[in-house]
């Protein structure tokens, strides 16, 4: 998982306006029960979907973030 969380990483610093790094990081970050990080980078990607025009890929980002959101959620 690390590798792939690396892999993520290079492409986004490669191109930052690369939505698939951030969701695929976003996947990786689920995967290993990372739900803080998750929220952080799919939101990114969420936003960057909006931001070029592909609802689809924008509604999937938002569909994982709640997810994560509610997985990361701790009440007091």
Do not use: H, I, T
Not at 1 to 12: D, G, T
Not at 37 to 50: E, G, H, I, S, T
Not at 51 to 56: L, V
């Amino acid at each position: 998982m690390q590798e792939a969380l690396e892999a993520f990483r290079k492409s986004a610093e490669a191109n930052s306006n690369y939505p698939n790094a951030y969701y695929g990081a976003g996947l990786v970050f689920m995967q290993l029960q990372q739900y803080g990080d998750a929220v952080q980078v799919l939101q990114f990607a969420r936003d960057l979907y909006n931001a070029q025009r592909n609802p689809q890929w924008a509604k999937n980002a938002e569909q994982l973030l709640q997810q994560a959101q509610n997985l990361n959620y701790q009440p007091r």
